[in-house]
């Protein structure tokens, strides 16, 4: 849980950073993205790990510790684009994750990693000043419902198969 705490908190801080310094950046295709939106979307996904190691309230916490970790590193616009766009996002993510996550993990962090990445996307660009275009939001949401999650999804699932499993055996069977 420590990791994947630390791993959620260096994601978006990371993302503000890199969204400060660098910008808007090509994403390819003709969308372009803030450069932080890797780490955005990445973090999405991060959060549920956290939220299935800890539970909610940890990761509610660490979604406003790493609002408050922004303001150390980013630009003040930046910092709280991402405050109020993480938040939002965070806990719509939470709310679609969570009854979805017992009907399957997969699919419980790709649709809430959509939900999630269409709210933090459109906040952002909105509160920032950033263009909000078809080729902006496009990007956006191209890498971090797409690229991104999917990306963590296949890690897990490799992860799955690769890690061994303890077999459980039912008493009385």
């Given at each position: 849980?420590?990791?994947?705490?630390?791993?959620?908190?260096?994601?978006?801080t990371l993302a503000n950073w890199t969204t400060s310094v660098y910008g808007l950046v090509p994403a390819?295709?003709?969308?372009?993205?803030?450069a932080g939106t890797y780490g955005a979307g990445?973090?999405?996904a991060v959060r549920d790990a956290v939220q299935d190691?800890?539970?909610m309230r940890v990761a509610v916490a660490l979604v406003a510790l790493?609002?408050?970790?922004?303001?150390l590193f980013a630009d003040a616009r930046?910092?709280?684009?991402?405050?109020?766009?993480?938040?939002?996002?965070?806990?719509l993510d939470m709310a679609v994750y969570t009854?979805?996550?017992?009907?399957?993990?997969?699919?419980?962090?790709?649709?809430?990693?959509?939900?999630?990445?269409?709210?933090?996307?459109?906040?952002?660009?909105l509160v920032t000043g950033f263009p909000f275009t078809?080729?902006?939001?496009?990007?956006?949401?191209?890498?971090?419902?797409?690229?991104?999650?999917?990306?963590?999804?296949?890690?897990?699932e490799v992860a799955r198969r690769a890690l061994p499993r303890e077999r459980v055996i039912s008493e009385g069977a």
């Open positions: 849980m420590l990791l994947a705490g630390l791993a959620y908190l260096a994601t978006v390819g295709f003709g969308l372009v993205v803030t990445l973090a999405l190691a800890a539970g790493g609002c408050g970790l922004s303001t930046i910092a709280l684009a991402s405050g109020v766009a993480f938040l939002l996002a965070e806990l009854p979805m996550r017992r009907r399957g993990h997969r699919r419980a962090v790709a649709v809430s990693g959509a939900v999630g990445a269409v709210a933090d996307s459109v906040v952002f660009l078809a080729p902006s939001l496009g990007g956006q949401l191209l890498v971090k419902a797409v690229w991104v999650t999917g990306a963590y999804l296949v890690v897990m």
